[in-house]
């Protein structure tokens, strides 16, 4: 079985300052880990992802993601918050194989304070 | 242009309804997911489909019902056996070759019961 964890439901920054979201991971094959980014009624747009290759996934908005495999993490990351970042984020993992079946997590509401 | 469409935005039902959720992709998408977002909760698996004709149970079919009889439709029924079903219901859809490609999410549905 696959699972996700989201280490805090919400998360404040100053405008400017480094954005950390935390994502860990359950799963008794290799994953494939994705970020995705939600803003108020609306779906979910995704931000990267990890397959294979390179641990340090560059995505959209500036956002990165580094998978580490012995930490079982695969935190989210940008360097300077702008006001625009203001959303929920979700990891999810799935993996090869099986049903498509895509596991998320219960979401990170990020808060940015001018 | 490609993507995924919800209809209605806003719906509201009675208790003891039953109703209809749309859901339609002209990404050429082989698979389909309907999810149910609830506060707090993430995302919950309702059912999926691969390909036509075929759809399996996720995490929480228990009061819904699906069909998917064209490639591009995914309607989804929330039955009056649901007993809690006011929530937001995204629709998602992605190619079916490979675990890791993305899914693409439509922008919603919000249901509430009166």
């Known amino acids: 079985a696959q699972s996700v964890t989201q280490l805090g439901s919400h998360v404040s920054v100053s405008e400017g300052a480094l954005v950390l979201l935390r994502c860990n991971y359950s799963?008794?094959?290799?994953?494939?880990l994705f970020w995705y980014v939600q803003y108020p009624n609306q779906g979910l747009q995704l931000l990267l992802k990890y397959t294979t290759g390179a641990t340090l996934v560059k995505g959209i908005n500036g956002f990165e993601a580094e998978f580490k495999k012995s930490e079982t993490s695969f935190h989210l990351t940008k360097p300077s918050a702008h006001m625009s970042d203001a959303a929920e984020y979700f990891c999810a993992v799935s993996y090869s194989g099986g049903y498509q079946k895509v596991t998320f997590g219960t979401g990170t509401k990020l808060q940015v304070i001018p | 242009d490609g993507g995924i469409t919800q209809s209605p935005k806003y719906l509201f039902r009675k208790e003891g309804q039953n109703v209809t959720l749309s859901c339609e992709q002209n990404l050429n998408h082989d698979a389909m997911y309907w999810y149910r977002q609830d506060p707090g909760q993430g995302l919950r698996l309702i059912y999926y489909?691969?390909?036509?004709?075929?759809?399996q149970k996720g995490d929480i079919a228990e009061g819904y019902s699906v069909s998917r009889e064209k490639k591009e439709s995914f309607p989804l029924t929330v039955t009056s056996a649901q007993k809690n079903p006011t929530a937001f219901y995204l629709c998602?859809?992605?190619?079916?070759?490979?675990?890791?490609?993305?899914?693409?999410f439509g922008p919603g549905t919000r249901l509430t019961v009166l």
């Open positions: 998602a859809s992605k190619s079916a070759g490979e675990s890791t490609d993305t899914q693409y």
């Open positions: 799963s008794s094959v290799p994953p494939y």
């Open positions: 489909s691969q390909i036509v004709n075929d759809f």
